[in-house]
């Protein structure tokens, strides 16, 4: 109904969450082209989603949370790279 508050709240999420990065996330996002993820950190889903950028370039992507915090992780991956891209899908709490 238009207009009308709903008098329950809605749950918390990790995205909603105002808690602080742990010292792993922190450690993650200051050298966020390292390959391995920290032990905290458990994926999502167990198939990449393989994509194209806008250059048409190839790349695939891994959701990732913490355990311990509750951040929110991409972790992105081209083809014949050495390095690849943690970036957190929200900015951290600090």
């Not at 993650?28 to 370039?57: F, I, K, M, Y």
Request: aromatic share 6%; charged share 20%; hydrophobic share 40%.
């Amino acid at each position: 109904m238009a207009g009308m508050k709903s008098a329950v709240p809605p749950l918390p999420t990790p995205a909603m969450s105002s808690r602080p990065a742990c010292t792993h996330c922190l450690a993650l996002a200051d050298d966020s082209r390292r390959r391995e993820p920290h032990p905290c950190l458990a994926l999502r889903n167990t198939a990449p989603l393989v994509s194209q950028s806008a250059a048409g370039v190839p790349f695939s992507m891994m959701s990732f949370i913490c355990r311990e915090c509750g951040t929110s992780w991409r972790l992105y991956d081209r083809a014949n790279e050495l390095f690849v891209s943690w970036v957190p899908e929200h900015p951290l709490v600090r």
